[in-house]
């Protein structure tokens, strides 16, 4: 099983830069894919970034458009999302995500289903 909690979430005006943060807890793989979803109530969890927890991998949708970052720490199990620049169009839930040793990994890394663990969300409300 595995754990994941997010924090580093919050109120913040157009422009400003925030960092949240992804602690996992439990088994861990060197052939996991570890990121970060994002959802408006009303709309589809939407893919925002991912990395490969055991290589140097990274992967960004197309709206991230340079201004986020995703980066990890193997040894004290954090996974990070730095976001620039944040906009009102930014406003979401922000969930942790890992697709762990299930046999979903045939799902590409940007979609929903690949992935068996989730966070339980942190809200990043952006002001203009």
């Known amino acids: 099983q595995v754990q994941l909690v997010e924090s580093g979430g919050g109120l913040v005006q157009a422009g400003e830069s925030l960092r949240l943060s992804c602690a996992i807890s439990?088994?861990?793989?060197?052939?996991?894919?570890m990121g970060w979803f994002r959802q408006v109530p009303g709309k589809e969890r939407e893919f925002v970034a991912a990395?490969?927890?055991?290589?140097?991998?990274?992967y960004y949708a197309d709206f991230v458009k340079g201004r986020f970052t995703i980066s990890k720490d193997n040894a004290q199990k954090f996974v990070y999302l730095q976001i620039n620049g944040l906009k009102p169009e930014d406003t979401a839930v922000y969930y942790c995500?890992?697709?762990?040793?299930?046999?979903?990994?045939?799902?590409?890394?940007?979609?929903?289903?690949?992935?068996?663990?989730w966070g339980q969300g942190t809200q990043v409300t952006v002001s203009s």
């Open positions: 439990g088994r861990t793989s060197g052939n996991d894919v």
């Open positions: 990395l490969t927890w055991g290589g140097s991998s990274t």
């Open positions: 995500v890992n697709d762990g040793p299930s046999g979903r990994k045939y799902y590409g890394i940007q979609t929903v289903p690949r992935y068996s663990y």
